[in-house]
């Protein structure tokens, strides 16, 4: 766990945030003789978010593409890992607390900066706006990306967004908005699609937070998945962005999707959820539950039961579906556990007496 960075103090002066922060990193470095990742692929990312693992949490890179030092990115709401380690926003966010002074202070240095994302927006296009990512707190906001049903459109210091491009419903996507100091570029999967004037210039940033999946506030919740997401205090070329969007596509290539079914059945036993207080220092827990399968409805399944496991407490709350009364009749879609290495340092309540070969999971919220 990295040490709590400075909070923001609009009179405390940047060289004192700045041995704040160096202080956090010598005292808690992340492997600096680790080679280059494959991606970020371009160096100098004053935050990289590789994947969310625990073990491997987002990172800066130094100038040469080395590790530098980690920081930890919490859900919020709903928000969920998904089986590669993405990011799922369907209710929920992430906020990257104690990298948001680090990345401010990089920005404040350049007064330039590049946005990247892999992006995969909800299959059904969005009604209203919805904030991919955002740089703010309570007293304002430096950046964010947005959608609506338009597409997507980048926010400035506040100012009125401009457009850049429509991605494709439920279609993977790698968006890179370069801010050099008179002007912005925006690239598609590495190729540059619009571009315009900056007459302010690129605005430094403060030293604010960086939340994933809605605006700080938790306001304007974006619906999708969101990967490959990093932040550079430096407007990238138009070959390093091509470079970017080829070693994203590396990453994601090969991934095979989960064994789903989807039956329809009833509820015939549910392990009891603990009580809050018996599960901290976890804040969200699941809990296994066995449907009768009365209708196979997608994929194959020949036992006449199913054991599943859905989330029962998120963030200190306990859900609705953790008092569901038995013989409950619905429909679900669950792909297999061991399909799912996120979950393998999550709490759960087994069934008692449950030897059950396999198990499933149900990431929708029922």
């Given at each position: 766990m990295t040490p709590a960075l400075p909070r923001k103090n609009p009179g405390a002066p940047l060289s004192a945030l700045a041995l704040g922060l160096w202080l956090g990193m010598a005292l808690h470095p992340a492997a600096a003789a680790a080679p280059a990742p494959e991606w970020p692929r371009v160096p100098g990312a004053a935050f990289a978010l590789r994947n969310a693992k625990v073990t491997t949490p987002v990172l800066a890179f130094d100038a040469k593409g080395r590790e530098l030092m980690a920081f930890n990115c919490a859900p919020r709401g709903r928000g969920l890992l998904g089986r590669f380690h993405e990011l799922v926003c369907d209710g929920g966010s992430f906020h990257a607390r104690e990298a948001g002074p680090w990345i401010g202070l990089q920005?404040?240095?350049?007064?330039?900066?590049?946005?990247?994302?892999?992006?995969?927006p909800a299959a059904?296009?969005?009604?209203?706006?919805?904030?991919?990512?955002?740089?703010?707190?309570?007293?304002?906001?430096?950046?964010?990306?947005?959608?609506?049903?338009?597409?997507?459109?980048?926010?400035?210091?506040?100012?009125?967004p401009f457009a850049l491009f429509a991605p494709a419903a439920g279609t993977p996507v790698h968006v890179l908005i370069a801010c050099a100091k008179d002007q912005w570029v925006a690239y598609r999967d590495g190729r540059p699609v619009k571009t315009g004037p900056l007459a302010a210039g690129a605005s430094a940033w403060g030293t604010r937070q960086l939340v994933m999946g809605a605006a700080w506030s938790g306001a304007d919740p974006w619906r999708g998945r969101l990967e490959a997401l990093a932040v550079f205090p430096r407007a990238l070329t138009a070959e390093e962005a091509a470079e970017e969007a080829a070693a994203s596509r590396a990453v994601q290539a090969g991934r095979q999707p989960a064994t789903t079914i989807r039956f329809r059945g009833t509820l015939v036993r549910q392990a009891t959820t603990s009580d809050l207080e018996k599960i901290r220092p976890y804040t969200r827990s699941l809990t296994a539950a066995e449907y009768q399968v009365e209708k196979v409805l997608a994929g194959e399944w020949n036992q006449p039961t199913i054991t599943v496991l859905h989330w029962m407490i998120m963030d200190s709350k306990r859900l609705p579906l953790a008092d569901r009364k038995l013989g409950t009749a619905l429909e679900l879609s669950v792909e297999r556990v061991d399909q799912h290495p996120q979950l393998e340092d999550c709490r759960r309540d087994e069934l008692e007496g449950d030897l059950a070969a396999e198990l499933f999971y149900c990431e929708a919220d029922l």
């Open positions: 920005v404040a240095k350049s007064g330039a900066f590049t946005l990247e994302a892999t992006l995969t059904v296009p969005p009604k209203s706006l919805g904030v991919v990512l955002a740089y703010g707190d309570d007293t304002g906001e430096d950046a964010a990306l947005l959608q609506d049903q338009g597409g997507l459109s980048l926010r400035l210091a506040g100012a009125q």
